[in-house]
């Protein structure tokens, strides 16, 4: 067929009857030449393409170990791989279990079984209903197990020193459970209650200290500061939410107050003491969705009974890791009572996706009453990567210095 | 250390060397070819299910760094000899092929062709219930399949409430749009019909977002039309989409699909594929990728061959489709390290442009600009192989068939997406009208756009008439143009200026042509090469425009042959 085709002033011939046989491009000779030491260039670039590939695939598929296992006990459910990294437990992986819907609209049961290079364990089972005793109340039921042998003490005060780091064992059960009454869409109040339960025991790191004997005299403690314990506790958490999204807040805050009353039991027996906390949180948008974040939040405990063995060191409020002195190992301070602040300024640089850098100041007091002071102040800065949805934060790396040593951390939110 | 430096100079002249190793096109004295011989009979291929999460990773990391150390590409980069498209012909244009057909810049079409758009069905029959037999999977807005009474199955999508016309109107605008600028495409209706008259086959389920199959209910249709805006008188306006038969799975944006011989060339060299690019700024389908693609089996003319269609343009315009386009939508990646990169480096304070975007004025066509469009700094969700090899003259090529739809055309297309805003229907012709000509006048700069060669012989002299796009579009109405036409003399490069077209070369500048090209002793033909500059006011002279002109000594006839516009 040809067409002649008038187009303006010219006019063009279109004749498809005349077909072309395609031939596919041949290198040229110089090109030939390049490509040897491109390709030798470009191998350990695919092979990394390659890897990540195929683990992307294994993690998105339908079909894979995990069907497999689930398989295997027969269980028709969404089973999926977890994999984590710590610093302390190392790489650690496991299996998690979610069912949704299984009493109530929007309630989900979870599951999840950890297991460390360094020997961490952990089991958790969560029960979550936003409306299991009507349209405003919640319950939120939660039980654990942990084993971790390679867990950090430095001692107790602000003053306490690096160096003094020691290795200690904690072996924990926890059964907790939240009762939620959400009279507007802004407050809540939330009854908490449950049992723990703690032991401890000669740590794994065998660079530290990790005689408990030896580090009770070594860092002059109580002779009760590692003794077992067994607590009930019973509070009341308040909180005024008036932030404009949960996941991207530019205005508004949250406010909560906790307050709960912990009780010995069994080896514990007569040990009673009061902890309070406050966590008050504010949002600025300063321009164009640059935001500036300011935390303060404070924690006390006072001891109301020490019972027959006193109060063991460890129940004491802590500071540093990634929520609070992020520039600082967790539980880097250690006493009665802690104050904190932080600036956060957080800009856009993808959809869904913040930078920040932030400033954290904080110490640990024995008494807010009788050292409270505005010297000595512990500091870290740092700056990071987060990612939000609606619900919430979903994703966060973080890069944190202070004093003592720089800190990384990877944290995947709640709602993923 | 000497051997190094040896073999990073001969690394460096062999850069050079392919760098230098122009495009050369295939000339004949036949003239061009218009039909690419890809629809051969080829055994039935298996179904590509690629995952959106690694095309995602992979083009925007690996891939950005396998073409930093693609030598061949980096050194033709720096030399200024980007590789051309591999399936043009002689005249730079794309032939028919399984993947491109010539429609509307060579063939014009009317405004009723182009309202219509591809149409084959005229959409869901409505004299009979709709059976809905399968929900939507995947994507990010809500639909499902239904089958008419015909049989004809249909996959409806839907306008978010807040945003009535919009999704479906640019989806079916858009879709006409590449339709008449030479692809393939599904056909799509915008039509509406009555919730309660849907009908649900037995045993449909679909699988909730824990992968448990579950039945899909009255319910859960209710769920899925919760998302749709309804009309005050009830119906539901939805965009019915014709099912493609025979699906094999999306193509993608670079290589070749191994079971398919018919694909010869790889897919980031395919000039339609690259210039898609422009065609895609124009009309903001930020959401090209390889999963808004499809290749079916096709079965015409008793040949069964792999035919590659574009579909899913409900992300167009002012559209995301489950609501409005976020501005930043066509002026980044969604994951744009380089942005991300400098976003992070100044804190956030550097200032792009898209965050002055103001609130959209019509909730029918979303956020939809002209005023801070850019051809060449556009981008779609996530880099494309394809458009990353695009050249100036891929470019052009795509221009030139964007400014091809004139005001009646643009008129056409948003008539397609029956808006019933009159204002809004202004709106969009003036953003549409605004960026065809900023397109025009941006890739038009960057090539000589004298297109559309005719040569006519008479006993005495040559004629060669060809037009100015830049002029005929009224892109450079003001400014004065003007032509310098070289060919090679006996002696000198011969020189001649014009005003307009045409050339005419009198038999004595004919004499005075020198061949660039006797195929040996036995020779029946010559060609000859004319290069025509452009300055427009006192700039610097254009790139050339090279055309080819064939003699065949045995009827004295000359012919045009080729025609090159060089970037």
Known sequence: ?416 | MKRIVRLIFVLIACGVFASCSAYKPDLGPEGPYWKDNDTKNITEPTKREPSLAWEITERTTFRQAEQLLDLDRSFRKIGGRPRQAGNINSVDEVPNCSWYTNRHHLLPMTADEIRRGYNVTGGPDQSGPWTVFRPKVGGATAGFWIKDIKGNQYILKFDPPGNPEMATSAAAMAGRFFYAAGYNVPEETITSFRPEELVINDGVTYKDSDGIKRPFTREKLNEILSLAYHNPDGTVRCLASLALPNIKGPFSFSGRRKDDPNDWCRHEHRRELRALYVFCSFVNHWDIKDQNSMDTYADEDGRRFLKHHLLDFGSSMGSAGYGPQEPLAGYTNLFDLRDAFVSMVTLGLKKWQWEDAQPYQYPSIGYFESEIFHPAKWDPIYPIPAFENMTGRDAYWGAKIVLSFRNNDLRALIDAGQLSNPEAREYLFNTLKVRRDKIGRHWFGKVNPLDYFVLEQTPHSLTLTYEDLALKYGLNSTATSQYEVRYRGKAVIRTRQLVSSPLTLSVGDLSDLVTVYTPGNDAKGYLYEIRIETQRDSSKWSRPVVVWLWYDADDSHWRLVGVEHLD
């Open chain 1, 1 to 416: 067929m040809v067409i002649a085709v008038s187009s303006g002033l010219a006019a063009v011939q279109i004749d498809t009857t005349r077909v072309r046989e395609p031939v596919a491009h041949k290198r040229s000779v110089g090109q030939t030449i390049l490509y040897s030491p491109a390709l030798i260039i470009k191998a350990p670039l695919k092979l990394l393409k390659k890897s990540t590939q195929a683990g992307l695939k294994l993690a998105t598929q339908e079909k894979g170990p995990h069907t497999f296992l689930m398989r295997l006990f027969g269980i028709n459910r969404p089973l999926h791989p977890l994999v984590s990294y710590g610093s302390k437990p190392s790489l650690m992986g496991g299996i998690g279990f979610r069912l949704r819907e299984v009493f109530k609209p929007g309630d989900q049961i979870r599951a999840k079984a950890w297991y460390s290079v360094n020997r961490y364990r952990l089991y958790e089972a969560r029960y979550q209903s936003p409306s299991l005793f009507g349209a405003n109340t919640g319950l939120a039921l939660s039980a654990d197990y942990a084993w971790r042998p390679r867990e950090s003490f430095y001692g107790l005060g602000n003053g306490s020193q690096k160096d003094d780091e020691v290795s200690i064992t904690y072996e924990t059960g926890r059964i907790e459970s939240g009762l939620n009454w959400q009279p507007s869409g802004r407050f809540g109040i939330t009854l908490t209650g449950g049992y723990r339960s703690y032991n401890l025991y000669d740590g794994d790191e065998t660079t530290l200290l990790t005689d408990l004997d030896v580090i009770r005299d070594t860092l002059g403690l109580d002779s009760s500061a590692f003794n077992p314990s067994r607590l009930w506790h019973l509070g009341l958490l308040t909180r005024f939410d008036q932030r404009n999204h949960p996941g991207q807040p530019t205005s508004g805050g949250t406010q909560d107050l906790w307050a709960s009353l912990w009780r010995g039991t069994g080896v514990s027996d007569g040990l009673s003491y009061w902890l309070a906390s406050v966590d008050l949180r504010q949002y600025f948008h300063l321009f164009r969705k640059r935001i500036l974040a300011v935390r303060l939040a404070a924690t006390s405990l006072k001891v109301v009974e020490d019972g027959d063995l006193g109060l063991p060191a460890y129940l004491l409020p802590t500071l540093g890791g990634e929520n609070d002195l992020r520039g600082y190992k967790s539980n880097r301070f250690q006493d009665n009572a802690l104050a904190m602040a932080s600036l956060e300024y957080r800009f856009p640089v993808w959809p869904h996706s913040d930078g920040f850098v932030f400033v954290d100041e904080g110490r640990v007091f024995d008494s807010f009453g009788d050292d409270f002071g505005w010297r000595e102040w512990r500091y870290s800065f740092g700056f990071g990567v987060r990612a939000w949805g609606a619900a919430g934060e979903k994703f966060r790396l973080t890069a944190a210095w202070s004093e003592e040593e720089v800190r990384f951390y990877f944290n995947f939110g709640q709602d993923l």
